[in-house]
């Protein structure tokens, strides 16, 4: 095929994917948030640091505190949403969202951003509800090239947000750079509120006395396929790893290596470039060659590059290691939470529609299980021997749970039809 019919192929989809309200609100919305957040995320461990008084180890109890709560919401979630339906859960989650900014703009010190954790962990309560509303918005067939689209548009922000936030902090300083997103953030999330409220339509349809249980028991669990308990097991494995070093990868750089902040902002915005620009081939192939063959590359990519990230000096080494390890999230399998086109799309080809945010919420919960103490375990790596130990931790502990995806997980030959 020939680049006049690439690019013909690439117009269909993308109309075909937001010919759907539901992803033209979400896709608005998730871009705008992500917009403001990826301007001062890359510096936020530094800013706790620097301005509210954080060592690296409380660095990793706020993040322990943020993953923690998604095992007290994310199976609520799926199963409430399984029951009542996706949007009242993605409005009032939602909204929810608006608080934590709020608090963080107003902390003195890293205690009281704490709460803030808190407020944003219970956004969890509407992930599940979701992942399974964009899978139900989606055209069945074209599952992975959909989702390749749907993270496409979501994700362009990642490729100018950094670079911006980086010239803000250096041009204004950290504290004031960072606070002026927050702000900017806080506006963002009443906004997403808003649109979702008024645009977002229902995709659950329960056939009479057909509700799923409000609790979980253990016809939940009986009743799921084997590949999903063993996505289970590579989703713990894989959190695992990729927490023990997501606080500290941004503060390496920062503190270690001794980049600037337009630096960073820079490696994050080529990051995001590769990243966004391979999110849609690599949804195409999941359709036609399988989502396993996408996941295992991206299982692989993203602990070999964590080695790396730790090994190399310099800027351009740097960046060229980033560089990769956006390629692996492109793939969509890795990183720190198991997600991305070909994992969320091997979901929905498994499991039926009365059972995907439920599926969603256990896999969240059993993952913030295991996850939650792991950054805690990083900053104290980083503390006590050195800052590449976690690094190399990581790499080994995610190349583990490739294995196990590959040994454990047959997709379906034909994905289910909604």
């Given at each position: 095929?020939?680049?006049?019919?690439?690019?013909?192929?690439?117009?269909?989809?993308?109309?075909?994917?937001?010919?759907?309200?539901?992803?033209?609100?979400?896709?608005?919305?998730?871009?705008?948030?992500?917009?403001?957040?990826?301007?001062?995320?890359?510096?936020?461990?530094?800013?706790?640091?620097?301005?509210?008084?954080?060592?690296?180890?409380?660095?990793?109890?706020?993040?322990?505190?943020?993953?923690?709560?998604?095992?007290?919401?994310?199976?609520?979630?799926?199963?409430?949403?399984?029951?009542?339906?996706?949007?009242?859960?993605?409005?009032?989650?939602?909204?929810?969202?608006?608080?934590?900014?709020?608090?963080?703009?107003?902390?003195?010190?890293?205690?009281?951003?704490?709460?803030?954790?808190?407020?944003?962990?219970?956004?969890?309560?509407?992930?599940?509800?979701?992942?399974?509303?964009?899978?139900?918005?989606?055209?069945?067939?074209?599952?992975?090239?959909?989702?390749?689209?749907?993270?496409?548009?979501?994700?362009?922000?990642?490729?100018?947000?950094?670079?911006?936030?980086?010239?803000?902090?250096?041009?204004?300083?950290?504290?004031?750079?960072?606070?002026?997103?927050?702000?900017?953030?806080?506006?963002?999330?009443?906004?997403?509120?808003?649109?979702?409220?008024?645009?977002?339509?229902?995709?659950?349809?329960?056939?009479?006395?057909?509700?799923?249980?409000?609790?979980?028991?253990?016809?939940?669990?009986?009743?799921?396929?084997?590949?999903?308990?063993?996505?289970?097991?590579?989703?713990?494995?894989?959190?695992?790893?990729?927490?023990?070093?997501?606080?500290?990868?941004?503060?390496?750089?920062?503190?270690?290596?001794?980049?600037?902040?337009?630096?960073?902002?820079?490696?994050?915005?080529?990051?995001?470039?590769?990243?966004?620009?391979l999110t849609l081939p690599s949804g195409m192939l999941s359709d036609k060659y399988g989502r396993k063959n996408n996941i295992m590359v991206s299982r692989?990519?993203?602990?070999?590059?964590?080695?790396?990230?730790?090994?190399?000096?310099?800027?351009?080494?740097?960046?060229?290691?980033?560089?990769?390890?956006?390629?692996?999230?492109?793939?969509?399998?890795?990183?720190?939470?198991?997600?991305?086109?070909?994992?969320?799309?091997?979901?929905?080809?498994?499991?039926?529609?009365?059972?995907?945010?439920?599926?969603?919420?256990?896999?969240?919960?059993?993952?913030?299980?295991?996850?939650?103490?792991?950054?805690?375990?990083?900053?104290?790596?980083?503390?006590?021997?050195?800052?590449?130990?976690?690094?190399?931790?990581?790499?080994?502990?995610?190349?583990?749970?490739?294995?196990?995806?590959?040994?454990?997980?047959?997709?379906?030959?034909?994905?289910?039809?909604?």
């Open positions: 095929m020939g680049l006049r019919g690439n690019l013909s192929e690439y117009y269909s989809m993308f109309r075909e994917v937001f010919s759907n309200k539901n992803i033209i609100a979400i896709s608005i919305t998730t871009s705008l948030w992500s917009l403001i957040g990826m301007g001062y995320r890359p510096f936020w461990a530094l800013y706790l640091q620097d301005h509210l008084g954080a060592s690296v180890v409380n660095i990793g109890i706020f993040s322990m505190i943020s993953t923690a709560e998604s095992l007290i919401f994310q199976l609520p979630g799926g199963l409430l949403a399984d029951r009542y339906g996706r949007r009242k859960l993605i409005i009032f989650g939602s909204f929810l969202r608006t608080l934590g900014p709020i608090i963080y703009f107003l902390a003195p010190s890293w205690e009281w951003v704490i709460p803030g954790a808190i407020a944003s962990g219970m956004t969890s309560l509407y992930m599940p509800a979701f992942t399974a509303i964009v899978a139900e918005s989606l055209p069945s067939k074209r599952r992975g090239s959909g989702y390749g689209v749907y993270n496409t548009i979501t994700r362009i922000p990642n490729i100018v947000s950094p670079l911006i936030g980086g010239i803000l902090m250096d041009t204004y300083g950290l504290y004031r750079g960072v606070r002026m997103f927050l702000l900017v953030q806080i506006g963002v999330s009443i906004f997403t509120v808003i649109v979702r409220y008024f645009t977002i339509e229902e995709t659950m349809v329960h056939k009479p006395g057909k509700r799923p249980p409000i609790i979980p028991t253990a016809e939940t669990f009986r009743e799921l396929p084997r590949p999903i308990f063993i996505m289970m097991i590579v989703s713990i494995i894989g959190s695992f790893s990729g927490r023990l070093v997501m606080d500290y990868t941004n503060l390496y750089a920062l503190d270690i290596l001794k980049i600037t902040a337009t630096q960073l902002g820079v490696i994050s915005s080529v990051a995001g470039l590769v990243q966004t620009v692989v990519i993203s602990p070999v590059t964590q080695y790396f990230m730790a090994a190399v000096t310099g800027y351009y080494p740097y960046m060229l290691v980033r560089s990769f390890n956006a390629i692996g999230l492109a793939f969509g399998g890795g990183g720190v939470r198991a997600g991305g086109s070909a994992w969320n799309a091997l979901i929905a080809d498994i499991v039926p529609s009365r059972k995907r945010a439920t599926v969603n919420g256990v896999i969240g919960t059993l993952t913030a299980v295991v996850a939650a103490p792991s950054s805690v375990l990083g900053g104290w790596l980083w503390e006590t021997f050195n800052p590449q130990l976690p690094f190399q931790l990581s790499a080994v502990i995610g190349l583990v749970a490739a294995a196990v995806f590959w040994l454990g997980v047959h997709e379906p030959e034909k994905p289910l039809e909604e």
